[in-house]
């Protein structure tokens, strides 16, 4: 048998793979809802919690700060742990797909409003001004002249750490969640066989590739000649 | 007779231990136009500001065409409508195109339509010489012309009074004149000015009063001639002369 034989045979073996198929799909569904679940929640409270900030109440602030700083440096993984094994000494049990879901969205949120924030800051002062001398509210300042300049330098920062996140739904399969990474390995440990592996490899990139392309066309949308 | 537009008395102001404003007592007349001079640091823009309260005086009063600011009761965004303000960095909206500058807050704030203030805020444009810039952006255009698009974005909004805190001295030597140019006829149609600036050529020939402020308080004023050629203070000598060394 040649090499590149003795290669397929083993990391991209048709048989295994289409027997594991089937999981490895269902392990792709499983990914996108946690994903699409961690990224509205994960993002809508950061920038909800940037927006709350802005409103410059110190002990809400110092508040917000806490929570940001603590899931910052935190590793989600040791997040999802202490919620999943931690929940239930409270008497509330969430399922692994909860806790991931809860952990990673934390975890989001708080990265995602230090991003905002940083955005929002960054908006010249005499934006602020020239808008409310025109009679412009605090809020109408806010969504039609500061936060459109902010979501621009947002853009970057908040794919990539949102990329990064998302991807971290494999962590799930700690606390025995059925997304695609746990699948595969499932599956390659029941078929003596990494095949799996690289269709969940394969799935991770149709999933996150269009992302990736996505936020670069978002990019150059935002874009304004200064 | 109708009372002062800006009717400004006792102002103070601090900003923690320090005090800028000393008690400024400043009237502007329907239709004058008032020229504020001084050093840097003497509390010029800290008093254009708390004229339309972007800074919170820290005593005294100030009312606007009839409308106390400093109530708390008085509806501050409405009352800043009439109340222009034109500022040394332009500060257009860089997103938005030059009318979407002078429309935003005819939308938002004086609640017309989308066409009402699109036509108000072409018709504010062609005044200002820029009817033909109304789809540019203010990357797109020079500093004259994201100046005079600033200037279009208050007075669309018809204010009774417009505040300019250095309007040309961001802007190269060349392009001075046509922000002045539209100044002036501005003035000419009527509209109430209170202007930091040091263009003494013009306020020379456009301003009826002259205000000279050291140390945050007003030191003297008068007509432009009197100040300028014959100040009663030293403080005021001493520093027309050393601007018209410029
Ligand atoms: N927000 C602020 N916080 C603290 N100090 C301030 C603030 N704004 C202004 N000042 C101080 O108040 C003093 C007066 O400032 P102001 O900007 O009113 O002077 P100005 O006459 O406009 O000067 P310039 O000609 O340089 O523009 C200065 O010493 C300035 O540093
Ligand atoms: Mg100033």
Redesign the pocket.
Known sequence: MSSWGRFAETFLNTKVMLKYLPDILSGVVVTIELALLIVVTGIGAGLTLALLRSLGVRPLNWLIIVIVDLFRSLPPLVVIVLIYFGLPSVNISASGFVSTWLSLAFVLMAFSEEIFWAGITSVAKGQWEAARSTGLSFGQTLMNVVLPQAFRLTIPPLTNRTIAITKGTALGTVVAVTEILGQASSAMSNSYNPSPLMMGAAAYLVLFFPVVVAARWVETRFAWKR | MNGPIVDARGLHKH??A?H?LKGVDLRVAERELVFVI??????????LRCLNRLEEPSSGSVVVDGIDMLDPRTDINHARQRIGMVFQSFNLYPHMTALGNVTLALRKVAGKSRAQAEALGRAALERVGLADRAEHTPGQLSGGQQQRVAIARSIALEPRVMLFD?PTSALDPELVGSVLEVMRSLRESGMTMLV?SHEMGFARNAADRVVF?DEGAIVEEGPPAAIFETPAHERTRAFISQIQRH
């Open positions: 900003f923690g320090l800028v001084g050093p840097s640091g003497s509390g010029k823009s800290t008093l250095e930091v402020m």
